[in-house]
């Protein structure tokens, strides 16, 4: 079971409390946490990632075991701690404005 | 007993007042998508409880989201805009080519005939159209096709398709305006456009006959009379008597002839409303007074509406898609500041009074009378 923290707005967006869980099938990589938290959360398509270039918005980071991932290959393998559910992945907005 | 719905987008949430026809007193629901940039809220013509609302952010992008009860509850639509085939280029700041990129969506204008069919003006300059309630969009590639897209450029505030007019009594005609590129129109529900743009004038377009390249603000009708059109260009304000072929100068008395808005009079076509903005480089009002302007003849002869407008130390702005009127007996008129006000006449714009005082930044205000 992967889990994810998600900024406040995209929880509200998609009507969850707390951590999402998931199921992610074959390896845990960006991409394929990315596909099953869309598929078990439609309204979150775009809001992270481009729905055509599927790059990361530019103001959001990835960030696990205390390293920031954002910057990693979208097929690279997750920490093991994150593949296990030991350690959430936290999607963060960029500290921007005033 | 009938009413107004106002539908207020600001730069944090949207808000709904609503009122019943005597427009005394307001009941303000908010903000719906709290802490986000909501654009543009509109309302189909033939079913008032279908909303489209645009929202987005600069972390998480666009968002439509879509009513079926008048605002009370939302559900998140169709957000993925894809320009059709290779997007090409426009010009950039520094006149060098730049890339079409999708960046928000500035405004939403429902079908006169379907509430499952909305348009979208975009940022990079674009239409789009769904129809199917907002859950899919397809862009009318013709526009950026029409041969000038690559001439066109951003204004201040971006490349934004910001006014979007659909003729009541042409089924296939549409206006729509995009700043800095002008007017454009079709005659052919989108397949095939042309610029309008024959009369505008512009300090930093040497070329007399220069075809685009307006920073246009926004332009009206009244739907009785849609061949006659009312625009606040970024400076002057012009009218056109031809469905746009050509425009000419109404700037008459005003203050400054800058600013945003223009809206014309449920009732009177004749009468036009404009908020005079001091200069493109001071955005907020000549000698800190707020102001409405009215012409009841068309424009050339404007008057300055002042009562229960504050008079001294006023410095919001009026965006271009921040002001409306209703269509009950007694027009109402409505606009909304960067202040968070949001102001209410029911007689013309002789008075006014706050419905709000401090609502986030106002982007937008859309009125809609209820049966």
Same mark, same amino acid.
């Given at each position: ?98 | ?7 207020? =987008?600001?730069?944090? =949430? ?284 068309? =424009? ?72």
């Amino acid at each position: 079971m992967i889990r994810i923290i998600l900024p406040p707005h995209l929880r509200t967006l998609a009507h969850v409390n707390g951590e999402v869980k998931l199921e992610v099938k074959g390896q845990v990589t960006q991409r394929s946490v990315l596909d099953a938290l869309e598929t078990s959360y439609p309204m979150l398509r775009g809001t992270i990632r481009d729905q055509v270039t599927q790059q990361r918005r530019d103001f959001l980071r990835f960030f696990a075991c205390q390293q920031d991932l954002s910057n990693e290959l979208p097929d690279a393998p997750l920490p093991d701690a994150v593949a296990t559910g030991t350690e959430p992945i936290f999607i963060v907005g960029a500290i921007a404005g005033g | 007993m009938s009413g107004v719905r106002l539908l207020v =987008g600001t730069h944090k =949430g949207a808000f709904i007042l609503t009122s019943d026809d005597k427009r005394e007193r307001w009941d303000v629901k908010g903000p719906h998508f709290g802490g986000w940039d909501i654009y543009h809220m509109k309302g189909s013509p033939v079913d008032p409880d279908r909303l489209y609302a645009s929202q987005c952010s600069g972390w998480f992008g666009q968002l439509i989201q879509r009513s079926n009860d008048g605002g009370k509850t939302w559900e998140p639509v169709g957000n993925k805009f894809v320009y059709d085939g290779v997007p090409g280029t426009h010009l950039w700041y520094d006149n060098t080519p730049h890339p079409w990129e999708f960046k928000r969506v500035w405004h939403l204008e429902p079908s006169l005939t379907d509430p499952d069919t909305v348009y979208a003006g975009v940022e990079d300059a674009a239409l789009f159209r769904s129809t199917d309630g907002g859950q899919t969009w397809q862009e009318l590639p013709g526009l950026r096709g029409q041969g000038s897209g690559a001439r066109w450029h951003p204004g201040a505030g971006g490349m934004g398709l910001h006014t979007i007019l659909l003729d009541p009594s042409h089924a296939e005609r549409i206006f729509i305006a995009i700043s800095a590129a002008g007017v454009f129109r079709t005659d052919d529900l989108g397949k095939t456009w042309r610029p309008m743009n024959r009369g505008l004038k512009a300090q930093y377009i040497p070329d007399p006959n220069a075809d685009v390249g307006f920073c246009v603000h926004r332009i009206a009708m009244h739907p009785s009379r849609p061949e006659v059109l009312f625009m606040q260009l970024h400076w002057d304000v012009m009218r056109s008597d031809n469905a746009a072929e050509s425009w000419q100068e109404i700037s008459g008395n005003l203050p400054t002839d800058f600013g945003f808005p223009i809206e014309v009079h449920a009732h009177e076509p004749e009468t036009i409303y404009v908020i005079p903005i001091k200069s493109d480089s001071e955005h907020y009002p000549p000698e800190g007074k707020l102001r409405v302007y009215r012409s009841r003849k068309g =424009g050339y002869e404007w008057e300055a509406l002042t009562k229960g407008l504050p008079q001294r130390d006023c410095y919001v702005d009026v965006l271009r898609d921040a002001m409306a009127v209703d269509s009950l007996e007694s027009c109402g008129v409505y606009f909304g500041t960067t202040g968070g006000q949001v102001y209410a006449s029911i007689d013309d714009g002789d008075s006014w009074n706050p419905i709000v005082r401090d609502l986030p930044a106002v982007l937008s205000v859309e009125a809609q009378t209820l049966p």
